[in-house]
């Protein structure tokens, strides 16, 4: 079974850094691309950038180009977002998506569950 | 950026109607649509691709359609455990700038 599975929840202050993770199992991890979610209390998905598993190329949404930072380590399998300096505004579900692209159509499936970020002032 | 206007944001319905969720694309985006079902608290699990294939597992009472700039999602007959929130996605992009953007969002309730 193909699955993303995600670190756990996180509860931070602003100002300070954090990584989190997301582990792919159940398929060859340097196929696939893999994307990343949010999902701000209450509110809608916002895609946020996306990373080919060898990590030699990354792309971000421009909503959130220099205010987060993904890599991937292809030897473990896992894609990671970062924060140099997390924000009250940075509370949010985060969702780690894997995805898949045949022609020029694009979607994402599976969904990790999620890591929640809790940032308080 | 591609911009996606979702309707409506919320729908009140009854177990056996049909339903009909649409998706306004700013500029032409083809077929590259896709559709998702959020149950509260839980992630997104993909129903629909490239506008009208439902993915894998899927049950045929859902489906898709549309090309360009409006697209449709539709509910045949709702089920207990149909109540959640749908959002539309748009792939439309080139290698450099991939863009995908969701729609609002409509929440299905009883």
């Known amino acids: 079974e193909v699955q993303l599975v995600q670190s756990r929840t996180e509860v931070k202050k602003s100002g300070e850094s954090l990584k989190i993770s997301c582990k792919g199992s159940?398929?060859?991890?340097?196929?696939?691309?893999i994307g990343w979610v949010r999902q701000m209390p209450g509110k809608g998905l916002e895609w946020m950038g996306i990373?080919?598993?060898?990590?030699?190329?990354?792309r971000y949404s421009p909503s959130f180009q220099g205010q987060v930072t993904i890599s991937a380590d292809k030897s473990t399998s896992t894609a990671y977002l970062q924060w140099n300096s997390l924000k009250a505004s940075d509370t949010a579900m985060y969702y780690c998506?894997?995805?898949?692209?045949?022609?020029?159509?694009?979607?994402?499936?599976?969904w990790g569950q999620g890591t929640l970020v809790t940032v308080s002032s | 950026d591609i911009q996606m206007t979702q309707s409506p944001s919320s729908l009140s319905a009854s177990l056996g109607d049909r339903v009909t969720i649409t998706c306004q694309a700013s500029?032409?985006?083809?077929?590259?649509l896709n559709w998702y079902q959020q149950k509260s608290g839980k992630a997104p699990k993909l129903l629909i691709y490239?506008?009208?294939k439902l993915d894998t597992g899927v049950p045929s009472r859902f489906s898709g359609s549309g090309s360009g700039t409006h697209f449709t999602f539709t509910i045949s007959s709702l089920q207990p455990e149909d109540f959640a929130t749908y959002y539309c996605?748009?792939?439309?992009?080139?290698?450099?700038?991939?863009?995908?953007?969701f729609g609002q969002g409509t929440k299905l309730e009883i």
């Open positions: 500029q032409d985006i083809s077929n590259y």
């Open positions: 996605q748009q792939s439309q992009h080139n290698d450099d700038l991939p863009s995908y953007t």
């Open positions: 490239d506008a009208s």
């Open positions: 990373i080919y598993p060898d990590a030699s190329v990354i």
């Open positions: 159940g398929y060859t991890f340097s196929i696939y691309w």
């Open positions: 998506v894997l995805t898949k692209t045949y022609g020029s159509g694009t979607w994402f499936d599976p």
